[in-house]
């Protein structure tokens, strides 16, 4: 069956710590994948797109890599801030429109 | 620019009512798309429209329904609605058809409870 599994449990770092959330799926193919942050009773964020030749991507702390063959993403938050604390998603474009199939999310609580 | 905005923002129906959301892109987006958030099953896309036309659809039964209008404003409209319809219900506006060279601009959602 197709999933995608991000880190269920709430992960909890010290400030200034990378915060490295996974974002893992099967049975899919995706064009692109595209990660959002999301606080609570707010509409997600976009954060950060990736296409599938492309094996990672930067933007100010922010880093996304993309293994097609490993069917992983991994997103890293260098020196966190207490800011940062939110549920972040991956989600997947499984052609090159706007469609997306998201993650269940992973809650990153970052502490003073 | 404005954002994405959603009306209205709360909203309590029983179960059996229709009920009608709205939507309006930023402006120059061409592209709505809806989704439906609960705690169980996440983030669920329900429908895209571009140009007035439904690009894709979503795996939800026909009780959902959306469309667009000439000013890429859009509604979705939900008919006999059950309990478990409760959600929030998320707008996304792009200004392209391509997500793979563009991102999504959210709107803050309405809140739906069916009692």
């Known amino acids: 069956s197709q999933k995608i599994e991000q880190n269920s449990e709430a992960l909890n770092i010290q400030e200034g710590k990378t915060a490295t959330l996974t974002c893992n799926y099967t049975?899919?193919?995706?064009?692109?994948l595209q990660w959002y942050r999301q606080d609570p009773g707010r509409g997600p964020v976009f954060l950060l797109l990736?296409?599938?030749?492309?094996k990672e991507k930067r933007k100010e702390r922010l880093k996304v890599t993309f293994d097609t063959t490993l069917k992983q993403s991994l997103f890293h938050i260098t020196a966190s801030q207490p800011a940062d604390s939110a549920t972040y998603l991956c989600?997947?474009?499984?052609?090159?429109?706007?469609?997306?199939?998201f993650g269940g999310g992973t809650r990153l609580m970052v502490k003073p | 620019k404005a954002g994405v905005t959603q009306t209205p923002r709360y909203l309590i129906k029983t179960r059996g009512q229709q009920v009608t959301l709205s939507c309006s892109p930023i402006?120059?987006?061409?592209?709505v798309s809806w989704y439906q958030q609960t705690p169980g099953q996440g983030l669920q896309f329900l429908f895209e429209?571009?140009?007035?036309?439904?690009?894709n659809k979503g795996n939800f039964p026909g009780r959902f329904s959306g469309r667009q209008f000439s000013n890429s404003r859009s509604e979705m409209n939900v008919s006999t609605l059950e309990l478990g319809d409760s959600a929030l219900y998320l707008c996304?506006?792009?200004?392209?058809?391509?997500?793979?060279?563009?991102?999504?601009?959210f709107g803050p959602g309405t809140r739906l409870t069916v009692l």
């Open positions: 402006s120059g987006h061409r592209s």
């Open positions: 996304a506006s792009s200004h392209r058809l391509a997500g793979l060279y563009n991102e999504q601009f």
């Open positions: 989600a997947l474009g499984l052609n090159a429109g706007n469609m997306l199939t």
């Open positions: 049975n899919y193919s995706p064009a692109y």
């Open positions: 990736i296409r599938e030749n492309e």
């Open positions: 429209y571009f140009s007035e036309t439904q690009r």
